[in-house]
């Protein structure tokens, strides 16, 4: 499966940014609401993180705490890609953002249980 990340930039405290990620290349009898996906970041010298995650078939979703209400996770599995909207921006939310897939289909957060790994896309935010 590949990934391809998408929609990263350099925007002011309190902007928005909407992050997709399109996979392909999927394994002969799976397709991509088998996968479910996550949204991961990583600072510089910080180890990578868990942002968001979104079941197969979009009917679950998980945050960790610092995003939740400002950030919103959503699939289109009829187009292959899953989003990451980006609201209230602030300073702390500057990464490199990577998506993920994981073949349980179910929503996970630990980094070992995705599979697949896209190339990443950096977000900064200014003060």
């Given at each position: 499966?590949?990934l391809?990340?998408?929609?990263?930039?350099?925007?002011?405290?309190g902007?928005?940014?909407?992050?997709?990620?399109?996979?392909?290349?999927?394994?002969?009898?799976f397709?991509?609401?088998?996968?479910?996906?996550?949204?991961?970041?990583?600072?510089?010298?910080?180890?990578?993180?868990?942002?968001?995650?979104?079941s197969?078939?979009?009917?679950?979703?998980?945050?960790?705490?610092?995003?939740?209400?400002?950030?919103?996770?959503?699939?289109?599995?009829?187009?292959?890609?899953?989003?990451?909207q980006?609201?209230s921006l602030?300073?702390?939310?500057?990464?490199v953002?990577?998506?993920?897939?994981a073949?349980?289909?179910?929503v996970?957060?630990?980094?070992?249980?995705y599979?697949?790994?896209?190339?990443?896309?950096?977000?900064?935010?200014?003060?």
């Amino acid at each position: 499966v590949q990934l391809q990340a998408s929609g990263g930039g350099l925007v002011q405290a309190g902007g928005s940014l909407r992050l997709s990620c399109a996979a392909s290349g999927f394994p002969s009898g799976f397709s991509f609401s088998s996968y479910s996906m996550g949204w991961f970041r990583q600072a510089p010298g910080k180890e990578r993180e868990f942002v968001a995650t979104i079941s197969g078939t979009g009917g679950s979703t998980l945050y960790t705490n610092s995003v939740k209400g400002r950030f919103t996770i959503s699939r289109d599995n009829a187009k292959n890609t899953v989003y990451l909207q980006m609201n209230s921006l602030n300073p702390e939310d500057t990464a490199v953002y990577y998506c993920a897939a994981a073949g349980v289909g179910v929503v996970v957060t630990t980094t070992r249980a995705y599979d697949y790994w896209g190339q990443g896309t950096q977000v900064t935010v200014s003060s």
